[in-house]
């Protein structure tokens, strides 16, 4: 039987957002003067903290140049990199391969939608609003973002905040996530779990994912089956999704 919910994680998942992230926080950084600038290689590992406050908090304890003019500032810094990644945001950043069709025929097949990410709801908001119009948000049942929850992933509080408001057990839902936290935060809420890695979590370890695929799959693009549920085949759809589920 397909899900009843569909509960999306965001940045990696959706879209391949976090080198926009990792921009606004190293334009943050040099807008106040702080001597920082996170390279690729130094954020794949700060991405092992999720929620940017606590990652920005977490790269203070390594004692950095000019940490003392950033104590106290946390929550000022956060907010002024939320507003340049929203910004870039609007720009445009395309979704993943297959995410506007799933999302699509989940909406004309009467599929409840959610959103569970740690990333902060302005964020989410200038994300959908330009891939999927201005109207994007409506079309997910509960947004489940950033401090809403105390812990963020991997705890799996966000997931379970999500399953509350849809008043859906774990069982009749299916959760898409990119990252090893995410799949953490997903599986500790009893949620059957698609991983498509992305750029900062491709070749990491995903152990209990449902399947691990290089991404939802466009009928001229296949996704790579690359463990788990889905061999064989090249789209994740509403059909696929209830015979793997029938399948356990
Ligand atoms: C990924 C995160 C977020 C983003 C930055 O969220 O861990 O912290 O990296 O966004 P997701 P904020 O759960 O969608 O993968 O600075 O707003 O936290
Ligand atoms: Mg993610």
Redesign the pocket.
């Known amino acids: 039987m397909i899900p009843k919910a569909l509960i999306f994680?965001?940045?990696?998942?959706l879209a391949e957002?976090?080198e926009l992230?990792r921009q606004?926080?190293n334009e943050t950084f040099a807008a106040e003067l702080l001597p920082w600038h996170w390279d690729k290689s130094a954020y794949r590992r700060l991405?092992d903290?999720?929620?940017?406050?606590?990652?920005i908090a977490h790269f203070l304890t390594s004692g950095p140049d000019g940490a003392e003019r950033a104590v106290g500032r946390i929550a000022e810094l956060?907010a002024a990199?939320?507003r340049r990644?929203t910004a870039l945001a609007a720009v445009g950043a395309p979704l993943r391969p297959g995410v506007a069709r799933l999302i699509r025929d989940a909406r004309r097949a009467g599929v409840r939608l959610a959103i569970?990410?740690?990333?902060?709801l302005p964020?989410v908001e200038a994300l959908l609003g330009a891939a999927l119009g201005a109207d994007a948000l409506a079309l997910f049942d509960v947004v489940g973002a950033?401090d809403v929850v105390p812990a963020?992933?991997p705890a799996p509080d966000?997931y379970n905040y999500v399953l509350d408001r849809l008043a859906l057990p774990a069982a009749a839902c299916v959760a898409f996530?990119?990252?090893t936290?995410?799949l953490k935060a997903a599986l500790g809420a009893g949620l059957a779990t698609i991983v498509t890695p992305g750029i900062y979590t491709e070749g990491d370890d995903f152990p209990g994912a449902f399947a691990v695929l290089s991404d939802l799959g466009e009928p001229d693009a296949p996704y790579r089956h690359l463990a788990g549920a889905g061999g064989g085949e090249a789209l994740v759809t509403l059909d696929a999704l209830g015979r793997w589920r029938a399948a356990g």
């Open positions: 994680d965001v940045d990696g998942t957002t976090e992230h606004a926080f991405l903290v999720a929620g940017g406050k606590e990652r956060h990199k939320t990644y569970a990410t740690t990333t902060s964020n950033g963020k992933k966000i996530e990119d990252s936290n995410g």
